[in-house]
């Protein structure tokens, strides 16, 4: 999740998951519980948003989390929750945090059954959070629809920029030799969610590589490998 994943204005489902609260001395219909499964779906793909000095109030504890299960499946159901933006297996990112199907069922199975706690003794250890900064403007190669390159370039990430809400574009490389390189396609993405997508693996990119699928107006920072051989977020 990133800035204000789930969103200010759903007073309707901050109420929905007061209502969830008063209701915990409800029938249990789960077996899956927070400190066994759930608090590491958070811990994973919520968590380095939402915590004590992150970007979005915590849901890193049960007592945080418990107020918010309706809201939370909500956002869930819409896929805004986590704002990821792009549509998983076309090209890959290390810091991908949408959940996977089966962690959307958990999750699910979870809250509409009670929504237990669970043994804290099964509670994993809290991970730890890097800073993820925006790349530094001298180091970022911007390209726009269409652009060529002059001369081969490594690639590390990409940052989409003005794009417009909510639309869907496949971003694309068409290399040289006729092949084509999926870089990211953006679905629903936000630009007030807006963030780098990181490659599993740097990507090199010959000369003569041209840029498709950017939309008008909007453009495409290449972030290049760290400096320093063997460092990566």
């Excluded at 909007?218 to 990566?232: A, C, F, T």
Aim: proline share 10%; glycine share 8%.
């Amino acid at each position: 999740m990133t800035t204000a994943c789930i969103r200010t204005g759903l007073g309707a489902a901050i109420l929905a998951g007061a209502a969830v609260a008063a209701e915990a001395h409800d029938a249990l219909t789960t077996s899956v519980n927070w400190s066994r499964t759930v608090s590491r779906i958070v811990y994973e793909r919520c968590a380095s948003c939402h915590r004590d000095g992150g970007t979005a109030f915590s849901l890193t504890t049960y007592a945080e989390a418990r107020p918010w299960a309706v809201a939370i499946r909500e956002e869930i159901f819409a896929r805004t929750m986590p704002p990821w933006g792009a549509v998983k297996g076309f090209g890959e990112f290390r810091n991908d945090r949408a959940m996977y199907p089966s962690q959307i069922n958990l999750m699910v199975s979870w809250i509409e059954g009670g929504a237990p706690e669970g043994d804290p003794e099964d509670l994993p250890e809290p991970p730890e959070y890097p800073e993820e900064n925006a790349p530094a403007a001298e180091t970022v190669r911007v390209v726009r629809n269409g652009a060529t390159l002059e001369s081969p370039v490594v690639i590390d990430g990409l940052f989409p920029r003005d794009v417009p809400d909510g639309g869907s574009y496949q971003i694309v490389a068409e290399l040289p030799d006729g092949r084509v390189e999926p870089l990211v396609w953006l679905y629903e993405y936000r630009n007030e969610y807006g963030h780098a997508f990181l490659l599993e693996k740097p990507l090199e990119l010959p000369a003569g590589t041209v840029f498709r699928g950017i939309p008008a107006e909007s453009s495409l920072d290449l972030i290049p490998p760290p400096s320093e051989p063997g460092v990566r977020d």
